[in-house]
């Protein structure tokens, strides 16, 4: 008995130094934990995006910072704002007052051709320490100074309310500060807001500058504060607009303008006179700037407060600026076309937005911390959440805007002072489902836009978009995981919406564009003859379902031969255009198309396996021409030690008789990217397309390869998005050599939405640990000292593709959703006995809670029909005990099918806006 004792006790020491780490890891990836807080140089690069959907917005920096001002219809990244700032003044009574700019103090380091830019107040006192804490769309600032005698916080944000592009679409910011008096005695307070009039219009020598801005104080009875304008545009002009910053509260002091002088002047009488007794001369005038000059306001709030008495002080910052020009395009067509935003249908001016928001702000602030309270309080650890909410800021900046009539565009991303890589690419929106799932009906528009207008009756469908629309189209060749993946992305939003008649409109282009792949550009007009020379032979020119042309895609190049990164999005379209046929009623083409799907489905398991993940055969069709400028080398490396860097093919001559090996290709290589359908089939309910064990095995090579948590001794000489210690997963390895000379031109870099992509995918196979580690990793670069958390870029800030995050949401929740079915389902991954999370759908959202053997649905806004509803099989549920609606029973019965309980309601119910529905099992 000793012996066995000593032997256990031996095991378990043993296990616990094997496994013991393992088991850490695991708990610490899954544990919820708290949101990440800032402090110190920690809030060196943050700058939160606040304002509406296609309004533009200011970026709030993690000191408190207005940092920079996005409301002129383009991004100004790195432009922080003359004057421009919040101040407070505090007295406790009986002692000397202190004065702050309301900002935590500079962070190093302060460099500058004449120091630090005057212009910014470097030189004035400003807290000693902040804390900031992004629960998006909502920012908190913790202020801290010793010599404060107040309690000083900050809650900024935008109304964000799924479902609602109009209440989330005001071009604002809401700024409520939370003063609160943590002394014995009676306190004073003044808070003050100042900015110079940052409008600049067209001067005399047709220049950008100051001059006649006008700056007027309002008092509007509700509220009250600056309207800021400029009287020398018209209202035609680009620059034409207005901005105002007001206040609900009634004790207030105004400037209309600083004093006018030269130097400093202006800063020296104001500082001197807020500082002295909080209080500042009112100015209340209404002249027009001199020429070349702007004036500063000020809007100042004065408050008592008893001990330990608070107050919330809200200002609200609103703009209106309605004129936009495409400065984007260099087509003649579109080239300086204007057009205007969305929101001037709503808003004569920004007192207007100011006047509704005050009016409408409780609603707007419930509902938007509704959601808000669903998302943080759900079962997700803190790094996921952080994931999902973040990328979804980059729908509040200048990545997207919406035209008068309503219609979505988008950006691939932001360079520091335009949009990049105009306009709804395919390939890029590919991969985002925060759009699709928050605010579908814009989603929708995105499909509208592509199949409605850009897709030819031949099915070529064009993958940027000439905007404002028109007969003119972009004249480049079609892009296979675009169109592919464009298709999927109109069954995801029919299934969402629920609306049959909205797929009947598109599906004529929608089959066409399917067809595309095996029919390729046929006979055309001579106005289209352009088609023919971009694309010369079809995809998949013997309709066996297998792509094997010349195949453009997100890495900005072309495949040649099989891959199953764009086969997997031609097989998912299959697959969902053989249920789409046959819910418009083409039985024999849905038929047809089911055929194809199965059969390229073997084929490319037969062709690409390699045992461990799928491959690229390269192979130019007969027919296809290769430009001189993407041939591989006539020769691989000569130096014998040079291994692996050869061509696919082997160090053959690359462009033997009647053959080229083209350049840019993976071959033999593990593709991060090599599922991307697949990613598309899980997240739209479409199941496997592709052997379901291949699939897995495949998923879980892609992070063993490619997944680094070091990338110090990984060389790469292309873009760098990750590097030193940090982790990242590479969108290509070479495990077994063959690695071309010249791979595909991306294939070392690190992209945040292929991640996401991949994340998502291997918790949908079953790597709950691999997916998580993978999201942990993005979100540990992204720290505030080296990279803004709010601020995901690739080609371009707040990158669409990084939008992807909300499907890794998805795949731990096991969320789906069948409009057509009034079907909604839950499978949770983590944290299975007590799990919460956020659901939506196109008509509704709110709250899914399991605990035990009790279930709940609450839905917070809008509404949702429902027929059925599944649960994981893994629960293990024979029977239901009972279920209710609100105190209503109802009847239900019980089914296995396809890994789900399915509980189905003896007649569909319609759930409206705070309606719950409950269910007790029996275990």
């Known amino acids: 008995m000793k012996e066995f004792t000593l032997i256990f006790f031996i095991f378990l020491t043993l296990s616990s130094m094997v496994f013991g780490s393992t088991f850490s890891e695991k708990e610490k ?198 309207k800021m304008t400029s009287t020398r545009a018209d209202e035609s002009a680009l620059e034409y607009g207005s901005l105002a910053f007001v206040t609900t509260e009634r004790d207030v002091d105004v400037q209309t303008r600083w004093y006018r002088g030269g130097w400093w002047d202006n800063a020296h009488i104001f500082w001197d006179d807020f500082s002295d007794d909080g209080r500042i001369k009112g100015v209340n005038d209404s002249l027009e700037s001199d020429e070349g000059r702007s004036d500063v306001a000020t809007l100042l709030v004065h408050l008592e407060l008893n001990p330990g008495e608070e107050k919330i002080v809200p200002f609200y910052l609103t703009w209106y600026f309605p004129n936009r020009e495409n400065y984007w395009n260099r087509e003649e067509e579109v080239k300086g076309k204007k057009f205007r935003n969305y929101y001037s249908t709503k808003f004569h001016d920004a007192w207007d937005v100011g006047r509704y928001l005050i009016e409408n702000i409780k609603e707007l602030y419930q509902d938007s911390k509704t959601f808000h309270d669903v998302i943080f309080h759900s079962s997700y650890p803190s790094y996921i959440i952080d994931a999902i909410s973040s990328q979804a800021s980059s729908l509040k900046t200048n990545l997207v805007m919406r035209t008068e009539d309503g219609t979505l565009f988008g950006f691939e991303g932001l360079t520091d002072n335009s949009g990049c890589c105009p306009m709804n690419c395919t390939h890029v929106w590919n991969y985002e489902q925060t759009l699709a799932y928050l605010f579908p009906s814009l989603e929708r528009s995105f499909r509208q836009t592509d199949f409605l207008h850009n897709t030819f009756d031949n099915g070529y469908q064009v993958f940027r978009t000439l905007m404002p629309l028109g007969e003119y189209w972009w004249t480049f060749k079609p892009c296979a995981d675009g169109q592919m993946g464009n298709i999927v992305r109109v069954y995801r939003e029919w299934k969402l919406s629920g609306d049959t008649e909205w797929l009947k409109r598109l599906w004529p282009k929608v089959k066409a564009a399917l067809e595309f792949a095996w029919k390729g550009v046929g006979d055309v007009d001579k106005a289209l003859e352009w088609q023919k020379e971009k694309l010369l032979l079809p995809w998949d020119p013997d309709k066996d379902g297998i792509m094997e042309g010349e195949q453009h895609n997100t890495y900005d190049i072309e495949y040649y031969g099989p891959n199953t990164m764009t086969g997997s999005l031609y097989l998912a379209a299959l697959k969902a255009c053989s249920e789409m046929a046959k819910a418009v009623g083409e039985r024999e083409r849905s038929k047809e198309y089911m055929r194809i799907y199965q059969k390229g489905s073997k084929e490319y398991d037969s062709l690409l396996w390699n045992g461990e993940y799928y491959i690229q055969k390269v192979n130019v069709m007969e027919g296809l021409i290769v430009p001189e400028h993407l041939r591989s080398p006539e020769k691989g490396c000569e130096n014998p030690l040079c291994k692996g860097k050869e061509s696919p093919g082997g160090k053959k001559k690359a462009l033997e008789d009647g053959e080229a090996i083209p350049k840019y290709q993976y071959g033999d290589g593990c593709l991060s990217d090599q599922l991307l359908g697949q990613y598309l089939a899980h997240v739209t309910g479409l199941g496997y397309i592709l052997n379901k064990d291949h699939v897995n095995k495949a998923m879980k090579s892609i992070f063993r390869h490619n997944f680094k948590k070091d990338l110090s001794r990984f060389s790469n000489v292309q873009r760098v998005y990750a590097l030193n210690d940090e982790a990242g997963l590479l969108l290509c390895s070479w495990p077994k050599g063959n690695r071309p000379a010249l791979p595909f031109v991306y294939s070392d870099e690190v992209w945040t939405g292929i991640e996401y992509q991949v994340a998502a995918s291997l918790i949908y196979s079953g790597y709950i640990d691999e997916g998580l580690s993978i999201v942990k990793a993005v979100r540990e670069r992204h720290s505030g000292f080296n990279r803004n958390p709010w601020d995901e870029f690739e080609c371009g800030h707040h990158y669409a593709r990084a939008m992807a995050s909300w499907a890794v949401m998805l795949a731990l929740s096991g969320y789906q959703y069948d409009g057509v079915e009034h079907f909604i389902a839950f499978a949770p991954r983590i944290n299975k006995i007590n799990f919460s999370t956020f659901w939506s759908s196109g008509s509704g959202w709110g709250s899914f809670e399991i605990k035990g053997n009790e279930l709940k649905i609450k839905i917070e806004y809008g509404n949702l029909k429902i027929a059925k509803l599944g649960i994981s099989e893994e629960y293990k549920f024979r029977s239901v005990k009972s279920i209710r609606i609100n105190s209503e029973k109802k009847k239900a019965r019980l089914k296995l099918y396809k890994n789900l309980i399915i509980v189905g309601l003896d007649k569909p119910s319609e759930l409206k806006r705070g309606d719950e529905i409950k269910i007790i099992f029996d275990k």
């Open 29 to 226: 990836l899954e544990d919820s934990g708290k949101i990440k807080e800032f402090t110190g140089k920690d809030l060196k690069t943050i700058a939160f995006p606040i304002g509406g959907l296609g309004t533009g917005n200011i970026n709030l920096g993690g000191r408190g910072d207005i940092r920079e001002l996005e409301i002129f219809n383009r991004p100004n990244k790195g432009k922080h704002p003359n004057l421009t700032f919040f101040s407070l003044w505090a007295r406790e009574q009986g002692k000397e007052p202190v004065a702050r700019i309301l900002e935590r103090k500079l962070i190093p380091p302060y460099v500058g051709w004449m120091g630090f830019p005057r212009n910014q107040l470097a030189g004035v006192s400003r807290f000693d320490e902040a804390t900031f804490k992004g629960e998006y769309p909502f920012a908190y600032i913790t202020f801290e100074d010793k010599e404060i005698p107040a309690c000083v916080s900050l809650e900024a944000y935008n109304p964000f309310i799924p479902l609602s592009p109009e209440k989330s679409g005001i071009p604002a910011a809401i700024f409520n500060w939370r003063i609160k008096n943590n002394k014995d005695s009676k306190i004073s307070v003044s808070l003050a807001y100042s900015m110079l009039n940052p409008i600049k219009t067209l001067d005399k020598n047709n220049k950008l500058a100051y001059g006649k801005n006008l700056n007027q104080y309002i008092n509007d009875g509700k509220f009250r504060g600056i």
